[in-house]
């Protein structure tokens, strides 16, 4: 076996050159960084302004999902969520588009959109599957501003929408809030948009918004008042019962008008306040500026008289009762009653109202003098209400307005259940001036007569009963039933022997032949009796004839 040899390498020899310091192969990542980098700054570039707001809780709200929208458009997201250092919010941080950049402006408003369900209001139910987004509303300012507070309720309407906002001012803030319905002659014209507790002022104040189409119905003078519930008051005119629309019963509402005297004002702007008054009555009675005080002094009772009572003359309104106090009569002793009135000038004539200014005009002085007296009325007799009436007393005594401290006193009459009272108080001083103890024994014995009479009458009853059960059995006995028969029998008797004596009867000849024998018997009787008395021995020796006879004198 033959060994074979390997051949000989023998070694290339390594050629040493010299490293380049540029490659083509540095290009792609140079490429790369420089279009990572325009990404970068395009990715940083292209995004919009961040904007922080705070809420009261994140409720529903997810960094990253959540959306931002301005009318239901998207214009940003939510970028983080974190709680607030003072722990009592969160801040929200929204990033927004760039092409809505200039929605963030002084006066707009977030607030987190979810299904609310209240009185006046149901809303947000599509966000029970789409899930809760962020509300924008944008301002009118010009400025850029990053920094909110959101809402934790929805406005009633968009600062976009054109109309009138005001703001009321009310001393309680009953039912009425956001959402409320504001109406104008029982038409639905705005909506409360808020409300809020000003502390310093101790007062409730309100946002309203009229639309743009009614907004010319308001005006300086006009009236704001409250239609919420239903409106129950009693007064000198009786029971008074305003019921509104179900919505502001159940949501409250208010109302506004001009009154009904005045002229339409001027038109108001944006921000105008109003105050807004407690009912309709409020509202009207706002209207009423007195200028003039009076003082009454009443000498009888004042209950029924309530501070805000109308002073009327003959059923025309021109003041209402201003105070009820003792504080208005200095003088120690008088026990009358002080009730100040006020009166509006605007409610009298105008030849009067002008007259007012002139210092030698007496108001009411030339009234008082022709017997104007003041008194109390009453004006409802359910609630026992009563007014001051001024009206003329011609028997009235004549008096003069006089002074009482720093205002002129009016002259009073006592008037109405005064006047009753004290005549039935006379009447009953009359009656307990009546011997009634005597009487009341009088009574007693007529009483006991009485008894005593009822029962004799008791007594007599029962024996006209008995009678009458013995009348009873004597017609329904068989005997008396025949007796109708035998009295026809007798009548038709006794018609024969009225007919036996009658003109032309038997016993009529007779009885004539009678008389004619009576008649010649009474003639013979008469001239025995002449005979007697001018010769009374001819009774025994007998009548003298003599062929002439001597007359005989007259009797005297």
Not at 140 to 148: A, D, Q, V, W
Not at 168 to 173: F, S
Not at 308 to 319: D, H, K, N, Y
Request: hydrophobic share 35%.
């Amino acid at each position: 076996m033959t060994e074979t040899k390997e051949p000989v390498i023998t070694p290339a020899t390594p050629e040493y050159k010299a490293a380049q310091r540029w490659n083509i192969i540095w290009v792609v990542p140079i490429l790369a960084i420089l279009i990572g980098g325009y990404l970068v700054y395009r990715s940083f570039a292209s995004q919009g302004p961040l904007a922080e707001v705070r809420f009261e809780t994140a409720d529903g709200i997810i960094a990253g999902q959540t959306e931002v929208r301005c009318r239901s458009v998207l214009v940003g997201k939510v970028e983080d969520v974190k709680l607030s250092k003072d722990l009592k919010s969160v801040m929200i941080s929204l990033r927004i588009d760039p092409e809505s950049e200039s929605l963030l402006r002084d006066g707009t408003q977030f607030w987190v959109v979810r299904p609310r369900v209240s009185v006046s209001d149901i809303s947000g139910l599509g966000t029970l599957i789409t899930g809760a987004y962020i509300e924008l509303d944008p301002g009118s300012g010009g400025e850029l501003k990053t920094s909110y507070i959101g809402r934790e309720t929805p406005p009633a309407t968009s600062r976009s929408i054109p109309g009138r906002r005001l703001v009321l001012t009310a001393d309680e803030a009953g039912s009425l809030m956001p959402g409320s319905p504001i109406y104008y002659r029982g038409y639905e014209v705005g909506r409360i948009e808020s409300r809020r507790l000003d502390i310093e002022n101790r007062q409730v104040v309100y946002e309203a918004f009229v639309r743009e189409e009614y907004a010319g119905l308001v005006r300086r003078n006009t009236r704001f008042w409250n239609t919420s519930g239903v409106d129950v008051s009693v007064g000198t005119d009786g029971f008074k019962v305003r019921t509104p629309s179900l919505q502001a019963m159940v949501s409250g509402g208010a109302e506004f008008g001009i009154p009904d005297s005045e002229p339409a004002g001027a038109a108001v702007t944006d921000g105008a306040s109003f105050v807004l008054h407690k009912s309709f009555d409020d509202a009207v009675n706002s209207t009423f500026l007195p200028s003039m005080k009076f003082l009454l002094l009443f000498d009888q009772s004042v209950r029924g008289l309530a501070v805000g009572a109308p002073v009327e003359f003959r059923g025309i309104q021109l003041g209402r009762v201003a105070d009820i106090s003792f504080n208005h009569n200095p003088v120690r002793g008088d026990r009358r009653i002080p009730v100040v009135i006020e009166i509006d000038p605007a409610l009298l004539r105008s030849e009067t109202r002008e007259r007012l200014d002139d210092p030698e005009y007496q108001f009411l002085g030339n009234a008082v003098e022709h017997g104007m007296r003041a008194a109390l009325k009453t004006g409802n007799l359910l609630s026992g209400a009563l007014f001051v009436d001024l009206d003329y007393y011609p028997e009235a005594p004549s008096e003069e307005i006089t002074m009482t401290g720093d205002l002129k006193t009016l002259p009073t009459i006592s008037s109405g259940f005064a006047q009753l009272e004290s005549k039935v108080t006379a009447i009953l001083d009359k009656l307990e001036a009546l011997p009634l103890d005597e009487t009341v024994e009088k009574i007693t014995k007529a009483s006991d007569e009485a008894a005593t009479t009822i029962a004799d009458a008791r007594e007599t009853m029962h024996e006209i009963e008995q009678t009458l059960a013995a009348a009873r059995e004597t017609l329904e006995d068989p005997a008396f039933r025949d007796l109708p028969s035998d009295l026809k029998k007798t009548l038709n008797e006794l018609q024969e022997s009225v007919a036996s004596v009658g003109p032309n009867g038997e016993v009529q000849g007779d009885l004539r032949r009678t008389l004619d024998e009576l008649r010649a018997s009474l003639r013979s009787i008469k001239s025995l009796t002449n005979t007697i008395d001018e010769k009374p021995s001819s009774l025994i020796f007998g009548k003298e004839s003599s062929g002439n006879p001597i007359p005989r004198a007259p009797k005297k």
